[in-house]
């Protein structure tokens, strides 16, 4: 889930936005990589909750069609719904870009794509692990199509 802001009119920039990002999956990793995480997530149900937030700038191309670049940062915990108590956290820069078509006033239609660099290495509680956070569970970074109606205020 998606919320933005513009806050270019306290700016004096058109079509510039604040985005605060949300989100949940899970996704079953059978082995793991380090004792820590091996002892912490010896399961397959895996949740990975999302918070970010974004800045981007609207372009209108043409009439009811806006191309809007961002570029953000996001942070990503795993949790094993069998062991609440322990979570392991990361942290991605996100950037890309969305196309969208408005179909009503507030109201648009959009598809886009974002890439997710992890940055740092993973955390377990308070403690650095001295892996990457994709080290532990592949494929979390990397590129992802998105499409959905997005509320414009």
Do not use: C, W
Not at 15 to 23: L, P, R
Not at 114 to 139: L, R
Request: aromatic share 18%; proline share 3%.
């Amino acid at each position: 889930a998606e919320i933005g802001y513009s806050v270019g009119r306290f700016l004096n920039i058109p079509s510039f936005y604040i985005t605060g990002i949300a989100g949940l999956d899970s996704e079953s990793y059978p082995s793991f990589y380090g004792d820590q995480t091996a002892l912490l997530f010896n399961e397959e149900n895996i949740s990975f909750y999302k918070l970010g937030v974004s800045l981007a700038k609207g372009y209108y191309i043409v009439r009811n069609f806006e191309l809007r670049p961002h570029i953000g940062v996001m942070f990503e915990t795993a949790r094993n719904e069998d062991v609440i108590d322990e979570e392991i956290q990361g942290m991605f820069l996100t950037a890309g870009g969305s196309l969208g078509i408005h179909i009503a006033y507030y109201m648009q239609l959009v598809v886009g794509f974002n890439q997710f660099i992890a940055i740092g290495n993973a955390t377990y509680g308070d403690e650095d692990m001295d892996y990457s956070y994709t080290d532990i569970f592949p494929g979390r970074d990397g590129g992802a199509p998105f499409f959905g109606i997005r509320f414009v205020f």
